[in-house]
């Protein structure tokens, strides 16, 4: 069982909550840059409130405002820049999928402006969302969904993945990285042990595994830590990643020329949609930004070739980093 010992504590913890209106819209302090731009990320949930058209709120919903109010921080955009810059800009994925409908229909309908903006040239559904589901053929899917994952996953894994293809895919990750780590109490796992401080970890019934934390030595130029414990009173050390440590920050060449797509925020480019040499019209989808607890598909601002791909997945990018260069037609 690979436990990690010290699980890096959060840059923030804390949940902030602003209310607007009646409802409140939680918003994901953890993931902002700053606490500055979560200062400027509660005032802007009212008037994106108001663009959305005064939403009933449940947990979906006030997701979808709380993305777009972070969205808006990020990028410096207020509620008129949105009406004026719409048709050229990216939204948040959440936010597509609530003007494409599949969330449902809001009981005063869309605001019919703002939604042509968000979907470009993709029609909404004007029905129940689930009205739209394929169907399923669960004998043949569920086969090939064990191939992919393993064959320990259940029916109700698979249910899971279908409807949380992102969070089953993650938390499939996470346990082949640390297997199980729901037999470790709240506190070691979000802060870990304090010096000299132990837990008793139950892996079985009657089980017990001891733990003690006795130190850890200084970072080498990688990053990594050399972390001495003890497992029921035997002396042991394992090596770990610091990720509270930068090293060599890399910067990347940024979007500046027309024929270039560059990252609209902050995140981890987490899916290439093109490959060089594809010919794409405008509108198409081209990559996948991971931030702040929210994805964000970006297209093509024009149409043309795939001439350079210049990041791969998984990169940590910053604001107009340059991620696609397109040949123009």
Do not use: W
């Not at 939604?115 to 090939?144: G, S, Y």
């Not at 109490?185 to 802060?191: A, C, G, I, K, V």
């Not at 925020?265 to 509108?283: P, Y």
């Amino acid at each position: 069982m690979n436990v990690n010992l010290k699980p890096v504590q959060p840059k923030y913890t804390t949940t902030k909550y602003q209310e607007v209106n009646t409802p409140t819209y939680v918003l994901r302090q953890e993931d902002l840059d700053s606490k500055n731009n979560l200062k400027q990320s509660k005032p802007i949930t009212k008037p994106v409130n108001t663009l959305f058209g005064d939403l009933i709120k449940v947990t979906p919903s006030s997701k979808v405002v709380g993305d777009m109010a972070m969205f808006m921080t990020s990028n410096g955009y207020s509620a008129e820049d949105i009406l004026a810059k719409g048709n050229s800009i990216d939204f948040p994925d959440s936010v597509k999928n609530f003007f494409r409908g599949n969330l449902g229909q809001p009981h005063a309908g869309f605001p019919t402006e703002l939604q042509k903006m968000v979907l470009k040239e993709e029609q909404p559904f004007t029905e129940r969302p689930n009205a739209h589901l394929a169907p399923i053929d669960f004998e043949q899917e569920f086969k090939e969904f064990q191939a992919e994952f393993d064959t320990f996953c259940t029916e109700l894994d698979f249910i899971s993945y279908k409807l949380y293809p992102k969070v089953f895919s993650d938390y499939y990750d996470h346990f082949q990285q640390f297997n199980e780590v729901r037999h470790l109490d709240t506190l070691p796992f979000f802060y870990g042990l304090k010096q000299n401080e132990e837990t008793i970890i139950e892996i079985d019934n009657g089980k017990n595994i001891l733990i003690r934390y006795i130190s850890s030595a200084a970072a080498d130029e990688d990053g990594i830590r050399n972390v001495t414990f003890e497992l029921n009173g035997q002396m042991r050390s394992v090596k770990i990643k610091d990720e509270t440590i930068l090293v060599d920050k890399i910067s990347h060449r940024k979007a500046l020329e027309s024929n270039e797509v560059g990252a609209p925020l902050q995140g981890s480019l987490s899916q290439l949609l093109v490959k060089e040499g594809d010919v794409v019209a405008i509108n198409t989808p081209l990559f996948v930004i991971e931030a702040m607890k929210m994805e964000s598909t970006i297209t093509a601002p024009v149409a043309g070739t795939i001439h350079k791909i210049h990041l791969p997945p998984k990169t940590l990018v910053a604001q107009d980093d340059l991620i696609i260069e397109f040949k123009l037609d």
